[in-house]
Each structure stands twice: as structure tokens, then as C-alpha cells.
T-cell receptor, first 113, second 111 residues
Framework: DAGITQSPRHKVTETGTPVTLRCHQTENHRYMYWYRQDPGHGLRLIHYSYGVKDTDKGEVSDGYSVSRSKTEDFLLTLESATSSQTSVYFC????????????FGEGSRLTVL | GESVGLHLPTLSVQEGDNSIINCAYSNSASDYFIWYKQESGKGPQFIIDIRSNMDKRQGQRVTVLLNKTVKHLSLQIAATQPGDSAVYFCAENYNNNDMRFGAGTRLTVKP
């Protein structure tokens, strides 16, 4: 158990509505990540954080923003959801830093109608 | 486009046989590689990793081989069991904070 909790686990929303996904970790690790997983694309990095208030963009960051006001929480926000953002979103931590592996949460399935 | 892996091929093996799952990576400067297992409805689970200064690493029933000359990674699972049925992903440490994943291989183990 990597000590990661994602919420909500499932959400259905409509195009144009804002959505926030939360990732909570219990072990105060510095590095946190948001990935999306789509058929045929594997996992792709959206945003990551290397500390409180320190975040940066990943490969597919358009349409997403993040915030990290506390070490334990990393929020992913879709300001105005689109159908192309229907996906499974995974949060990950990297306990051993940039030298080590990622540990993933259980995922949040988002459907945008 | 994808920098790592193949477009979700499938591999079907008989219980007890050995499985070999292959992966191609794109960045010759990548120095760290990981294999993950993902069961339906769950997050990817770490299996084994290898650094670029090694060409082989063994775990419990699993072995990872790295061929830097052709940028190829493989995962060998010995005595495959039904519980090994899952999608397997390789990942490369593309650029420190950017761990890039392949599309995965679906392994099915027949009893």
C-alpha cells in the first residue's frame, strides 16, 4: 500500500463543468504526479509537483491545472471539462525521489458527457 | 506519439510456461527503466526496475533484460501463473521527472 488515496474514484460530468480530482498521500513525499491513461496511449504525464507550491507541466497539460498547498494533497482541476478529457486519472508518488520508482493510486475514472 | 513500447499486443501462455514481454524505448539517454503490472480496475504496480549500467536484473520469478545497443527491454516471467494475467507496461526515465510509458502488453495465462 503506497498510502495514496484518490477521490472521487468515479465521476460523470457534463461538458463545460469544472472538475477537481484529489490525491492524498500519508507519508509526506516530495514528488507527486498526475497521469492520464487512455487506450492505445498508455500513461501520459499531465502535471507534477516537487514540493508545496512547486509544480510543472508534463506532456499533456493543456486544459488542466494543479495545486499543491500542502505536502499531502495534490489537486488536479479541469476548469471546463471536455469529452476528450474522459479518461482514467492516476496519481503517483516517488518516495525515493528522481532516482526511484513511481507508486500509483487506484485511479479516478472520469466521464465527460 | 509514444516514445516507449508497442501498441498493446497480447500474449497468451499456458500456466507453468515462461513468458517474455518485450518493449522498445526511444531515448538513448534514459538511465532507468521499470516494469509495471496493472490488473483490471487497479493502478499500475511496480514489478522490477533496472538501471542503464546493468544489462540484467532478477527478482522473484521475474527477470528484466536491458539491451542498450538496440534500445530494448524485456520482462521474463518464470512458471507463469493465472495470477500473472494482467497488462504489463515498461517505462523509461525519459527526463528525470518525465517517466514515459508504453501502451502495454496484455498477458493471458491459460489454465
Amino acid at each position: 500500500d503506497a498510502g495514496i488515496t484518490q477521490s472521487p474514484r468515479h465521476k460523470v460530468t457534463e461538458t463545460g463543468t469544472p472538475v477537481t480530482l484529489r490525491c492524498h498521500q500519508t507519508e509526506n513525499h516530495r514528488y507527486m504526479y498526475w497521469y492520464r491513461q487512455d487506450p492505445g496511449h498508455g500513461l501520459r504525464l499531465i502535471h507534477y509537483s516537487y514540493g508545496v507550491k512547486d509544480t510543472d507541466k508534463g506532456e499533456v497539460s493543456d486544459g488542466y491545472s494543479v495545486s499543491r498547498s500542502k505536502t499531502e494533497d495534490f489537486l488536479l482541476t479541469l476548469e471546463s471539462a471536455t469529452s476528450s478529457q474522459t479518461s482514467v486519472y492516476f496519481c503517483a508518488i516517488r518516495p525515493r525521489g528522481l532516482d526511484g520508482e513511481l507508486f500509483f493510486g487506484e485511479g479516478s475514472r472520469l466521464t465527460v458527457l | 506519439g509514444e516514445s516507449v513500447g508497442l501498441h498493446l499486443p497480447t500474449l497468451s501462455v499456458q500456466e507453468g510456461d515462461n513468458s517474455i514481454i518485450n518493449c522498445a524505448y526511444s531515448n538513448s539517454a534514459s538511465d532507468y527503466f521499470i516494469w509495471y503490472k496493472q490488473e483490471s480496475g487497479k493502478g499500475p504496480q511496480f514489478i522490477i526496475d533496472i538501471r542503464s549500467n546493468m544489462d540484467k536484473r532478477q527478482g522473484q520469478r521475474v527477470t528484466v533484460l536491458l539491451n542498450k545497443t538496440v534500445k530494448h527491454l524485456s520482462l521474463q516471467i518464470a512458471a507463469t501463473q493465472p495470477g500473472d494475467s494482467a497488462v504489463y507496461f515498461c517505462a523509461e526515465n525519459y527526463n528525470n521527472n518525465d517517466m514515459r510509458f508504453g501502451a502495454g502488453t496484455r498477458l493471458t495465462v491459460k489454465p
